[in-house]
């Protein structure tokens, strides 16, 4: 039994029964569970580790979550600390397929692409008018329903916050590779409330999902030292996109 699979078949805070563990990564575990008394099914997401520093960045994101409260942003329920200190994060269940998993399927239908980018933009503004940035926006991170494409944004662990200081060394790179914006890549000072680093975040989901060749990320990870590469891959892919649309490519964006 590891370690994420031994909290199966327990009881958190005399409150959440943890029926299944959904996935595990070296940082924190997703389990399917439901309230002991109410029966309402919860997702419960608790840390691998009890260390204070991972702690105070996983109370800013559930903080950044329950603050913001818009059709496409998961909804965080409740927060609290195992009895080793480990915390955990109660949100609503996200049962269906992320973005991540329908584009290792192949291109989308232009006009499901659109649909799914047009409510991508809508939370990530309802983000932006909050006052934080995503700096995050991948689509693992974005989950949709089960049945018609109800977008969720989750994955808030590097969002950063106008009110907050900094949790990251000055100068850190901050984002995945697959996905870094051509200043990011370059290692360029950045504002770390820059909102253009979501539109392109988005924009790269966008070409991702109507471009069946390759995700665009996967392309070019190799070279993301590289912003001009990554910059012309991008432009390549939307022309080609663009082609078989019949029109130019729009990234949705607000």
Known sequence: VTFAEALVGTLIDDRYCVDRLVSADANRATYLGRHRHLGEPVWLKVLC?????????????????????????????????LADQRGYLVMEPLPGPTLATLLNQGALPPARACRIAAQV???????????????GLRPECIA????????????????????????TTDGALIGHPEYLSPEQARGQQEDRLDQGKDAF???????????SSQRIGQRISST??????????IAQSRKTTSARMGGPFVCIAT
Do not use: W
């Open 224 to 233: 993301s030292a590289s912003g001009q590469h990554r910059t012309k891959r």
């Open 49 to 81: 580790s009890p260390d204070p520093a991972q702690h105070q960045r996983f109370l800013r994101e559930a903080r950044i979550l329950y603050s913001i409260r818009h059709p496409h942003i998961a909804e965080v329920r409740d927060f609290g600390q």
């Open 121 to 135: 933009a809508e939370g990530c503004h309802a983000v932006h008018q909050r006052g934080v940035v995503h700096r």
């Open 201 to 211: 975040h988005q924009g790269t989901h966008n070409a991702d999902g109507m471009d």
């Open 144 to 167: 949709l329903s089960a049945h018609g494409d109800r977008v969720k944004l989750d994955g808030f662990a590097l969002a950063a916050v106008a009110s907050d200081e900094a949790l």
